[in-house]
């Protein structure tokens, strides 16, 4: 069994700041893609950031996170992270990560698409 856990969410103050860890564990042969999604109250679920795994772990940022938001993993303990600076009441939200994981040799070799649980970013004063 493969599964993803977060951690890092809160409450903050508007400019404050806050870092989202997210671990993968179980049976992994490799990871393809890392990402973060979240869900702010009453809407649908968005696209935040995501991060390849090879060499290089290029990048992609929502126009709601460039310039505050930054993505990188630790490629070593299946973990990727998300560092929040200068938020805003706009990016509370439940924050999801996502992963693209194939399971070893043992377990079927299998692509999975998994999701966190969801951490609660509440940005307020």
């Known amino acids: 069994q493969v599964q993803l856990v977060e951690s890092g969410g809160g409450l903050v103050q508007p400019g404050g700041s806050l870092r989202l860890s997210c671990v993968a564990s179980g049976r992994i042969f490799s990871i393809n893609n890392m990402g973060w999604y979240r869900q702010p109250p009453g809407k649908e679920r968005e696209l935040v950031a995501t991060?390849?795994?090879?060499?290089?772990?290029?990048?992609d940022y929502a126009d709601s996170a460039k310039g505050r938001f930054t993505i990188s993993r630790d490629t070593a303990k299946n973990t990727v992270y998300l560092q929040m600076n200068s938020l805003k009441p706009e990016d509370t939200a439940v924050y999801y990560c996502n992963m693209r994981v194939r399971t070893t040799p043992s377990q079927g070799y299998r692509l999975l698409e998994l999701w966190g649980q969801g951490t609660l970013v509440t940005v307020s004063s």
């Open positions: 991060i390849t795994i090879p060499a290089g772990g290029s990048t």
